[in-house]
């Protein structure tokens, strides 16, 4: 992925005073903004939230290979909020997206957050022992449905989503007992 510091990024690091942080946007039916900076931050007409339920994301890694990418997000669980969500609700395939900011000395955002990973929710487990509970989310990178095979199936189900009326394959699982294959 082709990225490019903004040049007041550069020259703030070349002062050895600034701050990183993330800022996570997870496109839930009510879109979740996250940060893990100690205070609430102003991006893109979006406020992202510094929670203490935010635990963490995995660290993001690159190669030259066209593969799919993994990463996991961490959010506590102890409040239901994400994990209400998560149960209630649609989310395979919800856009996820990290960036990266530069924070100077007043917490201020200099120039244009980075994009580090841009993917789709894939699934998520809950993890619970006597001390915590954590919801895992995976994200996989838009690779991940490369070699998904796109097409109907060979049942009523799906014949009824295109063709509600037609009752041709209600029946279809009889037919195919009577098929002789090979040498007869």
């Known amino acids: 992925m082709?990225?490019?510091?903004?040049?007041?990024?550069?020259?703030?690091?070349?002062?050895?005073?600034?701050?990183?942080?993330?800022?996570?946007?997870i496109g839930l039916s009510t879109a979740v903004y996250l940060t893990d900076a100690s205070h609430d931050i102003d991006y893109s007409s979006n406020t992202y939230e510094a929670s203490s339920y935010f635990i963490g994301i995995d660290d993001v890694s690159e190669s030259s290979e066209v593969r799919v990418g993994n990463i996991n997000i961490t959010l506590s669980s102890v409040g239901q909020t994400y994990t209400s969500a998560f149960l209630g609700g649609v989310y395979i395939g919800k856009q996820v997206i990290i960036y990266r900011a530069f924070l100077d000395s007043t917490d201020s955002i200099i120039g244009a957050p980075v994009v580090i990973y841009d993917g789709r929710i894939d699934g998520f487990d809950i993890d619970e022992t006597k001390t915590?509970?954590?919801?895992?989310?995976?994200?996989?990178?838009h690779w991940s449905d490369f070699?998904?095979?796109?097409?109907?199936?060979t049942n009523p189900n799906s014949q009824g989503l295109f063709f509600s009326s037609d009752k041709g394959f209600d029946f279809a699982s009889a037919t195919v007992k009577d098929l002789k294959w090979g040498r007869a």
């Open 132 to 141: 915590e509970s954590k919801l895992n989310i995976s994200v996989a990178s």
């Open 2 to 25: 082709s990225r490019t510091l903004d040049s007041s990024v550069l020259a703030e690091i070349d002062n050895e005073s600034v701050t990183m942080c993330h800022l996570v946007y």
């Open 147 to 153: 070699e998904k095979k796109a097409g109907r199936y």
